[in-house]
């Protein structure tokens, strides 16, 4: 049989790129590289770096993950000033297949090809049918998440900005936190309290209440939430908005497949998630609380998930 063509493929954060090499649906092991943002005007640079370290092998396609909205083909990235369009991925790579994927969807397509030890179950669920639809949540340096749904024609995962929807507000707390982070720019959105500077917010916020200086950042936040203080509160308050937040999106995409969550963020919350109570948060919804026991729900630890989405999504022929 013959070996699958190289593919490149990248994951374009807010901070970092991940760039590596895959055959097939697999990543090349000790392939992947991290790439600082910061040092680079663009894109291309990054690609063009990664080749040429890596012996310059041809690679029959090339995908990427942007942090961003993708739109005809071109992604705008909302969290770094950079422009990625197809006639750019081609240049710098000579893939003649190229393809510019939403990270949410980059994860979406990585469902199915990840470990069972790297999918840390949160919330139990009942076992779901072969083909139900999930839902994947990426919580990092923003916030965002996209629908996935297997069909007959293969896998589609849809594209949302769901991040910049207006937060969930429930409580008169949570009214007090969106009219204190809307003094930024005039809207509380999601991603203006459920990512890592909503983190450091949310904590401005709770240090605002117990009349004390909020000025730490979100790994700060993070170390001091283990004692009683405003770090723990804005960490209990982060965990309440996300269960609100993510049991909505359930409600909306019906995930009986599971609701998988991603990101570093997300991650750096795992052990926080029961005992502040996301759960009954996300369970939280009037006469629908039952209801939500239809839905499981895990963190994805896999560091790699959008590159293993990215290759997988070239070999179904970059459809979907």
């Not at 369009?85 to 990270?103: F, K, M, P, Q, Y």
């Not at 790297?118 to 994947?136: F, H, T, W, Y």
């Not at 700060?220 to 993510?246: D, K, N, Y």
Request: glycine residues 14%; charged residues 15%.
């Amino acid at each position: 049989m013959t070996a699958a063509p190289l593919s490149l493929v990248a994951d374009i954060g807010g901070t970092n790129t991940r760039v590596a090499l895959a055959q097939g649906t697999v990543l090349l092991p000790g392939s992947v590289r991290r790439f600082s943002n910061a040092a680079h005007a663009g894109l291309e640079g990054v690609l063009r770096q990664f080749l040429s370290e890596a012996g310059n092998p041809q690679v029959g396609g090339a995908c990427v993950a942007a942090a961003g909205p993708v739109r005809d083909g071109v992604a705008t990235l909302t969290n770094l000033d950079w422009t990625i369009d197809g006639a750019a991925l081609a240049r710098s790579t000579g893939a003649a297949t190229v393809a510019i994927l939403n990270d949410l969807q980059a994860q979406g397509h990585a469902l199915g090809h990840i470990a069972a030890e790297n999918l840390r179950v949160v919330i139990e669920g009942p076992k779901a049918a072969p083909g139900a639809s999930m839902l994947v949540i990426g919580v990092g340096t923003g916030f965002n998440a996209a629908p996935v749904h297997d069909t007959p024609w293969g896998r589609v995962v849809a594209p949302s900005e769901c991040g910049h929807a207006g937060m969930p507000v429930t409580t008169p707390r949570d009214l007090a936190l969106a009219e204190a982070v809307a003094t930024a720019h005039g809207y509380a959105g999601v991603e203006d309290v459920l990512s890592g500077r909503g983190l450091e917010r949310v904590f401005a916020f709770t240090s605002a209440e117990a009349g004390t200086a909020g000025d730490l950042t979100a790994a700060e936040i993070m170390a001091a939430s283990g004692a009683p203080g405003p770090a723990q509160e804005a960490a209990r308050l982060f965990v309440r908005l996300l269960g609100a937040e993510a049991g909505n999106l359930a409600l909306i995409h019906l995930p009986f497949g599971g609701v998988f969550l991603c990101g570093g963020v997300a991650r750096a919350f795992t052990e926080l998630l029961g005992p502040m109570g996301f759960a009954e948060a996300f369970r939280d919804k009037g006469r629908f609380s039952e209801f939500m026991g239809s839905f499981a729900v895990s963190i994805v630890e896999d560091d790699y998930a959008a590159l293993t989405g990215c290759a997988t999504y070239l070999s179904q022929g970059a459809r979907g």
